[in-house]
């Protein structure tokens, strides 16, 4: 099991640091996210400033990008890493597709399918010359002249992770994927029951095995340096997991358990406004489901008994106040690595 890092920052110029002491703590990866920022800018700079790290975006949003600045952006990558790249694609949910992106809704997963097949496709193109035929309900490429062909590269097999939750994704996973980025709001009941299941008829469907998808996790993490610490973490982590049960995408998540009704009454607050009185619904047992709780010296080896075997990336999820605190982290990363 590899130990990733997520790259947070406020300014472009403090990736090359980041980056650098991510790779001297002995990460395996470094992951960024589209949350504030552009998720392709921060791997560029790293790129250039790292040599071993696993450089990926977990995750971009696929659909308000055309699949041919996707194949552009990730060829770059991938050669300007020295095959270091992966490309971690998302859904995410309708309102934010409509009302942030102004991207027009539809069913995401087939159209999510049709990004994965246009990317192969693009590629293809450049790599081998291949003339770009691609027609589907949703994308139609069928020009690639010279001047707008990059050609071959050193790298072209760019791994490409899909966040998946739902069956479905995590079928595409399995057919056409080389990779799962599961939703940080899981349980290792759910993936065990749902998400691995369904990955395996994706693999069935395309004659695939097990290890040809790599499965990655980011897990939440309650921790700290002291009593005070970890109860301020747990707090923020409720906060957190009761944003995403708010939703009814993840509702499955919770019902695995037995707690599907919490869904609705979440929804209900999060329209109200009441972010603080979403945590208080959460109790230390559904906590304790979907974060690995502990003090510094504990977290690593509750980590390992609840992943090992199960996941074969991991990244820790902590609480934004907690992120920034390079010694934390460098503890965690050491604490992993010598627990190998």
Known sequence: MKFDLTILFDDLREVPTLAREAEALGADGLWASETKH???LPLAIAAEHTERLALGT???VAFPRSPMILAHVAWDLAEASGGRFILGLGTQVKGHN???FSVKWSAPGPRLREVVLALHAIW????NGTPLQFRGEHYA???MTPFFNPGPIHYPKIPIYLAAINPYNCRLVGELADGISIHPFHSVGYIRQTVLPAIEEGLKKSGRARRDVTVSAPVFIVTGKNSKELE???RAIKQQIAFYASTRTYMPVLETHG???LSAKLHRKSVEGDWSGMADLLTDEMLEAYAVVGSLDEVIPRLRERYDGLVDRISPYIPWALAGDRALLTQLVQAFKGSR
């Open 98 to 100: 409509e009302r942030r």
């Open 141 to 143: 490429f069928t020009l």
């Open 259 to 261: 707690w599907g009704d």
């Open 38 to 40: 552009d998720p392709f």
């Open 58 to 60: 977990a995750i971009a």
């Open 232 to 234: 301020q973490a747990k």
């Open 124 to 127: 293809d193109c450049w790599q």
